[in-house]
């Protein structure tokens, strides 16, 4: 028996719609990851980009544990002496809070040529309403 090797053509995409509210910030951004990768896919071959497009809605009642609301830091660095600013959780959420899963869901993807294309396909809403309700998107629980 040969192995499979999925092609460019071969390549079907459905929409994925993960409730953001549901689990913590890490449950749903490994299950995003998993969705835009398409490694769950029977067909996936690490070479070619087999994911779906996800939806994520509710980014604003994303749910965190421990005291990660005020240590939790994103860095950014200008490339200045003195150029690097900090926000905690709090201040992210508060400034965009889809920023938030968009940043932890980059941090599981692969970092590799087929990266910006995956996360092109993320769609992240602050509220319960999306713009993808015409692709009639899957319903996907996350634990």
């Known amino acids: 028996?040969?192995?499979?090797?999925?092609?460019?053509?071969?390549?079907?995409?459905?929409?994925?719609?993960?409730?953001?509210?549901?689990?913590?910030?890490?449950?749903?951004?490994?299950?995003?990851?998993?969705?835009?990768?398409g490694k769950y896919k029977p067909t996936y071959t690490p070479h070619v980009d087999g994911g779906d497009y996800v939806v994520v809605i509710n980014a604003d009642k994303i749910k965190v544990t421990g005291?990660?609301?005020?240590?939790?830091?994103?860095?950014?660095?200008?490339?200045?002496?003195?150029?690097?600013?900090?926000?905690?959780?709090?201040?992210?959420?508060?400034?965009?809070?889809?920023k938030i899963i968009e940043?932890?869901?980059?941090?599981?993807?692969?970092v590799n040529k087929l990266t910006r294309e995956r996360m092109g396909r993320l769609r992240i809403f602050k509220g319960a309403e999306h713009a993808h309700v015409a692709q009639s998107p899957e319903k996907v629980e996350v634990k």
């Open 1 to 37: 028996m040969k192995t499979y090797s999925q092609k460019n053509t071969e390549v079907s995409r459905r929409w994925i719609l993960i409730d953001a509210s549901e689990a913590t910030l890490g449950r749903v951004a490994t299950a995003v990851a998993k969705y835009l990768i």
């Open 67 to 98: 005291d990660k609301e005020t240590d939790k830091m994103y860095y950014k660095y200008s490339g200045f002496p003195g150029g690097l600013t900090e926000l905690s959780l709090a201040e992210m959420r508060a400034k965009d809070s889809t």
């Open 103 to 110: 940043l932890a869901v980059k941090g599981m993807v692969p």
